[in-house]
Every structure is written in C-alpha cells, then in structure tokens.
C-alpha cells in the first residue's frame, strides 16, 4: 500500500505532508534478506539472473553503476562510504545499503 495525505490550513496556519509506505512480502519473509555483500573488493550478488539489473547507486541519488546480469562487481574506484543496490528483475526491485571501505 502506498498512499499520501496532504493537509493545509490557513484558519490554524499549518502545513502539513504525510507519506505512508507499506510492503509485503512473501509468506516466507525472505523479501529483506540481503541480496549482495562484500567480499575482497567485489560485491557478490546472490540473487541475479538473466534478467536481472544492478544498479549502484551513490548517497547523491546518481546512479554509478548499471550492469545486467551482474554477480561480482570490483569495488575498486569507489570511494569509501554508503551505496545503495537496487536489483531489478523486471516490476520487482529489491534495495540494499551497503558500505565500501
């Protein structure tokens, strides 16, 4: 479920803007287990396939990195700090945080 609220009152003068998310999952609960981790300089990707696309995504929003059927990706030449993964295989996005160091 995802919905919004907005509510705006000049008699109170207030603003006010609510974002409400909602995901379910599987019944198994395997929907937030981790996708990807770190391993020697590379991120392995357990869950890709063939129709599957990784993106790496910095803490600016920008996109760094977008491969298809990506299961190791060499963490050399990013800098240190929080990515995001975001696998895609096809209406399905899954996102992860990870950290290079």
């Not at 207030?14 to 995901?23: G, I, M, P």
């Amino acid at each position: 479920m995802f919905g919004h609220i907005y509510c705006h009152s000049e008699r109170h003068g207030f603003t006010r803007f609510r974002l409400v998310f909602s995901v379910s999952g599987d019944a198994d609960g395997d929907d937030d287990a981790p996708f990807a981790f770190i391993s020697n300089g590379s991120i392995i990707v357990s869950d890709a396939n063939a129709d599957a696309t990784l993106q790496i995504v910095d803490m600016t929003g920008h996109i760094i990195v977008s491969v298809d059927v990506a299961r190791n990706i060499s963490t050399n030449g990013m800098a240190q700090g929080v990515y995001v993964l975001r696998l895609i295989k096809g209406d399905e996005v899954k996102t992860q945080r990870i950290v290079v160091e």
